[in-house]
């Protein structure tokens, strides 16, 4: 459970790193998702699981895999903009 939490948080965090990266229209993607994905969380621990493929379902797992996507850009990006990095990879 702790896991699961730990993912959403991470995916609440996702449309501020687009908007960091400049991509607006994937952050506005990411925060419709997220409202899906909440939902689907709520549901699952306070009422019954709904079906596979339903819209929070769906919803939920794409907005975990666009947050993915998200860390690796912006990951890609934090090492692009460091110098000594830069440096240190030109090396190897």
Do not use: D, H
């Not at 687009?18 to 997220?34: E, R």
């Not at 596979?52 to 379902?57: G, K, N, P």
């Amino acid at each position: 459970m702790g896991v699961a939490v730990l993912f959403l948080l991470l995916a609440t965090v996702t449309p501020f790193l687009f908007i960091q990266l400049k991509k607006p229209v994937f952050a506005a993607v990411q925060s419709v998702l997220l409202v899906g994905m909440w939902v689907y969380f709520f549901q699952v621990l306070y009422f019954t699981t709904p079906a596979a493929f339903s819209i929070t379902w769906s919803s939920y797992y794409l907005s975990l895999i666009v947050a993915e996507v998200a860390w690796v850009m912006f990951i890609i990006a934090m090492v692009k903009a460091n110098p000594k990095l830069q440096e240190t990879m030109e090396k190897l």
